[in-house]
């Protein structure tokens, strides 16, 4: 296995580490942080709005079969 031994340099400054690549990303979110906000809310608006259709979609087709249930009950029993 080989030791890499690198020299440090007595010279202040940038040592090529990425900082400035990290610090990319994280100034365009600060600078656009009210409209990734406003973006996540109508986000989860949207996603809110597709759950209630669904949940109404499903009570309407369980209150309907329930329904035709029971009226086909009735009848069959109102014929007896």
Not at 13 to 19: D, F, V
Not at 26 to 44: D, K, M, P, Q, V
Request: hydrophobic residues 50%; aromatic residues 8%; proline residues 2%.
């Amino acid at each position: 296995m080989a030791i890499i031994i690198e020299e440090v340099t007595e010279e202040p400054g940038c040592t090529g580490c990425g900082c400035l690549v990290a610090l990319i990303p994280l100034a365009i979110i600060y600078f656009n942080r009210e409209a990734i906000i406003s973006g996540t809310i109508s986000f989860l608006g949207g996603l809110l709005t597709i759950v209630l259709w669904i949940i109404g979609i499903i009570l309407v087709a369980v209150l309907g079969y329930h329904l035709v249930k029971y009226l086909i009950q009735y009848l069959s029993s109102r014929k007896e």
